[in-house]
């Protein structure tokens, strides 16, 4: 177990916010975890459980006990002739877990390579890209209840995932911490290919989809798109895509014939907010020393030196500019601490 005072938080978010807190505390077991929530949590006025950083906004220095997991390994808890089940700790590095899929032969997460992140907030975010989401893959999560220190476990359906949803950012926030959890691999090709570029640029190459390939195309396209957070802090996607009734998807198309969409069911559509906000003239823009990066309007950026409050105040200005031009709400990916 690390237990750090006055720790900095720099390297725990990446939007690179130099602020501190009081406690930082990593554990490495369910064991230690316990001992944390006995010792720490339950007594603490104020405290937050964190991952990667990369879904956080630090605008001030955390009077209080910050708790991060370094639970880790991986498990085949069960295999079958076209599936395999991993167990993976809540403390592994997300990514790592998608290169040791691919590199097994094992289908499924290849499309959310590279994003930023632990296995622990995948379930609890719900992180997608390219039309895949970690709830597509999820069977289990296995978690401690904050309150009594008891293991408690959440099946798929528990969890009422929803687009960057579950029940442990809503009804139960706070309440439970993940420890570990179980995902659902296939061992047959099964690719999911027609959201965004991917399917074109392997078309491009002129190659058959293959797990590495995949891969490779998806890990390419992030890069040229999403800034290095070592190089400009940004937490990549800054902003959801809005899904709104059809009705006023509609009205927009008419106005707007070129606007991407993608269906969600027969009564909703999502917008994707990289565009809206591009159509608003924001892409490469800066306010103070925070901008909107120049090759992806999704992301926010600190150009060096930026507080919290000013990559807010720029994305209240975006919000309020698509709402004026579209009538439609944009909200932050991103959780404001």
């Known amino acids: 177990m690390n237990i750090q005072e006055n720790y900095s938080l720099f390297p725990h978010n990446t939007f690179g916010m130099d602020v501190k807190t009081s406690v930082f505390v990593e554990y490495t077991s369910v064991t230690e975890l316990k001992e944390v929530l006995n010792q720490y949590i339950r007594s603490a006025e104020k405290w937050l459980h964190i991952g990667g950083g990369s879904n956080l906004l630090f605008t001030e220095d955390y009077k209080g006990v910050i708790l991060h997991s370094a639970i880790?390994?991986?498990?085949?808890?069960?295999?079958?002739?076209?599936?395999?089940?991993?167990?993976?700790?809540?403390?592994?590095?997300?990514?790592?877990?998608?290169?040791?899929?691919?590199?097994?032969?094992?289908?499924?997460?290849?499309?959310?390579?590279?994003?930023?992140?632990?296995?622990?907030?995948?379930?609890?975010q719900n992180i997608g890209a390219y039309g895949v989401e970690a709830k597509d893959l999820i069977v289990k999560v296995e978690t401690l209840e904050v309150a009594t220190s008891q293991i408690r476990v959440f099946s798929w359906a528990e969890c009422?995932?929803?687009?960057?949803?579950?029940?442990?950012?809503?009804?139960?926030?706070?309440?439970?911490?993940?420890?570990?959890?179980?995902?659902?691999?296939?061992?047959?090709?099964?690719?999911?290919?027609e959201y965004g570029n991917v399917k074109a640029e392997l078309e491009k190459a002129g190659v058959e989809p293959t797990l590495h390939r995949v891969r490779e195309v998806i890990i390419r396209i992030r890069e040229e798109k999403l800034p290095d957070p070592k190089v400009q802090g940004n937490a990549g996607?800054?902003?959801?895509?809005?899904?709104?009734?059809?009705?006023?998807?509609?009205?927009?198309?008419?106005?707007?014939?070129?606007?991407?969409?993608?269906?969600?069911?027969?009564?909703?559509?999502?917008?994707?907010a990289a565009w809206l906000i591009d159509q608003c003239g924001w892409k490469?823009?800066?306010?103070?020393?925070?901008?909107?990066?120049?090759?992806?309007?999704?992301?926010?950026?600190?150009?060096?030196?930026?507080?919290?409050?000013?990559?807010?105040?720029?994305?209240?200005?975006?919000?309020?500019s698509v709402a004026d031009k579209f009538g439609v709400q944009i909200l932050p990916e991103v959780n404001f601490i």
């Open 72 to 124: 880790k390994g991986y498990e085949v808890v069960e295999e079958t002739a076209d599936e395999v089940f991993v167990r993976v700790g809540a403390g592994e590095v997300w990514d790592d877990f998608v290169a040791l899929a691919v590199s097994q032969g094992w289908y499924g997460a290849e499309n959310l390579s590279l994003i930023p992140g632990e296995v622990g907030a995948s379930a609890v």
């Open 284 to 320: 490469g823009k800066r306010l103070g020393k925070a901008s909107v990066h120049d090759r992806q309007a999704l992301v926010l950026v600190n150009c060096g030196g930026a507080i919290g409050k000013e990559i807010i105040a720029l994305s209240e200005e975006i919000r309020r």
């Open 160 to 193: 009422n995932y929803a687009y960057r949803e579950s029940i442990f950012k809503k009804e139960l926030k706070g309440k439970y911490i993940v420890t570990h959890v179980t995902y659902r691999l296939k061992k047959k090709a099964e690719f999911s290919l």
């Open 237 to 272: 996607s800054f902003f959801m895509n809005p899904i709104v009734p059809r009705e006023q998807f509609e009205q927009l198309v008419e106005m707007y014939p070129s606007m991407p969409h993608y269906e969600v069911d027969t009564t909703r559509v999502k917008i994707p």
